[in-house]
């Protein structure tokens, strides 16, 4: 009788921090500064958002150290994010998101989490 290997799920593969979401076009990180005190490890802008980082227990005590000082909170959660990226190029990026699509619209998928990294420029011609 042979054994089936061990095989770790591909949850090894990501960590869970907690993320804290903030409007960038309303606050500059100069606002942001208090969710560091507060256990933020993390400030970072993406686009017309913050995103600020902390560990999976901490979002709660970012998010009320934010209210305290009057920022108003977009979203905060405890995520998956990948610990590597795997760069993808745009003739596979095309189909790498149609697959995306099936899944999360699959009533038994709960949430989908990647890995890639597509440029945001491969990302705005794929879109449109």
């Known amino acids: ?5 061990y095989r770790r799920p591909a949850t090894f593969k990501l960590d869970d921090p907690g993320v ?3 409007d960038a076009s309303r606050y500059d990180e100069e606002d942001l500064l208090v969710a560091i005190d507060a256990g933020a490890e993390d ?3 993406d686009d ?7 560990e999976p227990g901490d979002p709660v005590a970012v998010r009320d150290a934010l209210a305290d000082a009057s920022v108003e909170i977009e979203s905060a959660d405890v995520t998956q ?8 190029q ?7 998101l149609k697959l995306i699509d099936m ?26």
């Open 48 to 54: 017309d958002v913050y995103e600020i980082v902390s």
């Open 81 to 88: 994010r990948p610990k590597v990226r795997v760069p993808v």
């Open 20 to 22: 804290v979401v903030v």
């Open 1 to 5: 009788m042979s054994e089936r290997p």
């Open 43 to 45: 400030i970072s802008r």
């Open 90 to 96: 745009e003739a596979e990026a095309a189909k790498l």
């Open 103 to 128: 899944l999360e619209e699959s009533d038994d998928v709960g949430a989908v989490h990647a890995n890639f990294d597509v440029d945001a420029d491969v990302l705005e011609r794929i879109a449109s």
